[in-house]
């Protein structure tokens, strides 16, 4: 079984809707991170959480919402897509220690 | 501020040839710095890292020698193989961030049998 596990892995979704990408993960960390990745930029970090009651906005989380339903899930949302916020996502867990060092596959999201 | 600047690509190299890919760094204090891999359509994978000055990270053939005089991190193998075929990206934890990584654009390596 994979470690973490996101879903869906693609998604194509028109202006205006509401998206929500899930993430879960089977290790018991307490420590979940939601990361965005554009051609010729890297990732770049949206919404992190330490544990269920904390959360915290990273580089660019205008747009987006996140939820942590529980230790092992970590949502996030986009309440009105627009296209530019076309892009993979990953949601990511530690190996170990405090880095996030193991990434799940992705959701590639189109937003026409 | 902390930033992470690679050599852009894309790179593409004969099979057996040597590789570098260049990674330098800002930040204050010692941040831990890593490699990524991110194979064609799969996550990224952690590939070597180093977390103090001299720090050699190794894995697969691949090193990288984390120097702090030069504030680089840069990728070597000395034979690469088609399966090495993919984006690597540079990154850093900045000392107290509590292990949130800051990420280079990424390097695309093809590698030509």
């Known amino acids: 079984d994979a470690d973490v596990t996101q879903t869906p892995r693609n998604r194509i979704t028109k202006t205006g809707k509401r998206i929500m990408l899930e993430c879960s993960q089977t290790k018991g960390h307490d420590r979940m991170y939601w990361y965005r990745q554009d051609p010729g930029l890297g990732l770049r970090l949206i919404y992190y959480s330490f544990d269920v009651k904390d959360i915290n906005k990273g580089e660019i989380s205008d747009g987006y919402s996140v939820s942590r339903q529980a230790q092992a899930k970590f949502s996030l949302s986009l309440e009105s897509a627009i296209p530019n916020q076309t892009a993979l996502y990953f949601c990511?867990?530690?190996?170990?220690?405090?880095?996030?060092?193991?990434f799940g596959d992705g959701t590639r999201l189109s937003i026409l | 501020g902390n930033s992470v600047t690679q050599m852009e690509g894309p790179v593409t190299l004969s099979e057996e040839a040597f590789l570098t890919i260049n990674c330098t760094y800002t930040?204050?204090?010692?941040?831990?710095l890593f490699w990524y891999v991110q194979y064609p359509g799969e996550g990224l994978q952690l590939l070597l890292k180093?977390?103090?000055?001299?720090d050699k990270g190794s894995n697969k053939g691949f090193e990288a020698t984390y120097r702090k005089e030069t504030t680089s991190f840069h990728l070597e193998k000395g034979s690469v193989q088609v399966s090495d075929s993919a984006v690597y990206f540079c990154a850093l934890s900045p000392l107290g961030s509590q292990g949130n990584l800051i990420f280079g654009k990424g390097t695309k390596l093809s590698v030509k049998p």
């Open positions: 990511a867990t530690p190996l170990r220690g405090h880095q996030p060092q193991h």
């Open positions: 180093a977390t103090k000055a001299d």
């Open positions: 930040a204050t204090g010692y941040p831990s």
